[in-house]
């Protein structure tokens, strides 16, 4: 069976981040290709993500394009067009700053969930992300080891995500 670390890419820094429960399922399924953020890192990534709440633990693995940085109008007109978003609330979201970020999730790749007792039991010191913090650093590259040896149970590729991006982009309505 393939682990994550068939699909990890040792040039790419790596992140682990914080989701609520929905966005994290939807990307898990292939429905949600794009994340918005009014900060967060710009460039190219993969990541580890951790899902909140009182089930809280880390069940997934995104690689992820550089971020479109752009106006909140355009980035809800994005949303709406390539995941049935709502721009009303995209942009309400992004509206405080002039800009706001928009991360194509390339991949997705889900695996059994690891809990966050686990998560505590294996690392003591493990504290859930509240924005993102590198797993590939030294106080964490052991965490980054322990989850990449975890089994794939489902892989979505989102390669078509970059070009479906640039056709909204430059095709306003």
Partial sequence: MATVQDYYDPQLPTLLFSLHPQPAAAIATGDKVIEFRRRFYPRAFQAFIYTTGKHGGISGYVQCAPAIIAAPAVLGRLGARLQGDDPQVTMAYLAPASTGLAIPVTSA????????????????NFVAPRSYVYLDRPPR????????????????????????IKHVLSNPD
């Fill in 141 to 164: 590259r052991d965490q980054l080891a322990y989850l990449l040896d975890q089994d794939c149970q489902t892989v979505h590729q989102n390669k078509d995500v970059l070009t479906k």
């Fill in 109 to 124: 790749i889900t695996f059994e969930p690891v809990s966050l007792a686990d998560l505590k039991a294996q690392f003591p």
